[in-house]
């Protein structure tokens, strides 16, 4: 258990389907993030919430939207995919977003994934 | 923005054996940070190494920051060592402060 949970752990979904994967926090951190991994590529960031603001939208489809209802959790809703979105879902949560240099505070700890398979 | 590139990319190693991966970095950061990403997806933080040396138990990192390149090394492996190793760095300075980007991993086995 690494304080972050992720569910569902697997999703198969068609491309017409709505979905959504939710992530939670019980560290008391501030902020949390969205990553995708896809194979042979390194992770990208998705989004950034920070005090339950948005400050990061890496260029995003529109057909992934996020939602931060409090600072424990964060929510990925997901429609009309399409195959090359099947990847593993990341999600992560770190004390602040910007941080000093020695603080640590932006340390992250990441959830189990969510693996995302589009048909 | 900057680039982190590590190296190898893949690395096969016998039980009980050492390792060094290594990170290089394009620019100026201010963070650095090594992950361990089991053969479940589970990504773990290893260390937060800005600058200097730091270890835990049979791991050990170091950043030499201007020189801009960091260093894991992994004595005595066992088999549960075997996974994705990651190291992602803060850019220091200009946009996107926030962002932690992330090198393409050492994936590594240790075989019995």
């Known amino acids: 258990e690494t304080g972050v949970t992720q569910t569902p752990r697997h999703l198969v979904m068609g491309m017409t389907n709505k979905k959504s994967l939710k992530c939670e926090q019980h560290?008391?951190?501030?902020?949390m993030y969205w990553y995708k991994q896809s194979a042979k590529k390194p992770l990208e960031l998705m989004f950034v919430y920070s005090l339950e603001e948005r400050v990061e939208n890496n260029s995003v489809p529109s057909r992934f939207s996020p939602e931060c209802p409090n600072s424990s959790h964060l929510f990925l809703h997901l429609h009309t995919l399409q195959p090359e979105d099947s990847a593993l879902y990341l999600c992560?949560?770190?004390?602040?977003?910007?941080?000093?240099?020695?603080?640590?505070?932006?340390?992250?700890?990441f959830g189990a994934g969510s693996r995302l398979t589009v048909l | 923005g900057i680039q982190v590139e590590q190296s190898p990319p893949d690395l096969i190693l016998q039980e009980g054996a050492n390792s060094t991966l290594r990170c290089n970095f394009s620019?100026?950061?201010?963070?650095l940070q090594w992950f361990h990403q089991n053969p479940w997806g589970q990504l773990i933080n290893l260390f937060y190494i800005p600058s200097g040396t730091k270890q835990n138990g049979r791991l050990s990192a170091t950043t030499v920051a201007t020189e801009r390149y960091s260093l894991l090394y992994i004595s005595s492996s066992q088999t549960t060592d075997s996974g994705v190793y990651f190291c992602a760095a803060y850019q220091n300075y200009g946009g996107s402060q926030g962002n932690l980007i992330f090198g393409k991993g050492t994936k590594l086995s240790v075989k019995p």
């Open positions: 560290l008391g951190h501030n902020a």
């Open positions: 992560a949560s770190s004390r602040r977003w910007l941080a000093g240099v020695s603080s640590g505070a932006n340390v992250l700890t």
């Open positions: 620019d100026s950061v201010n963070n």
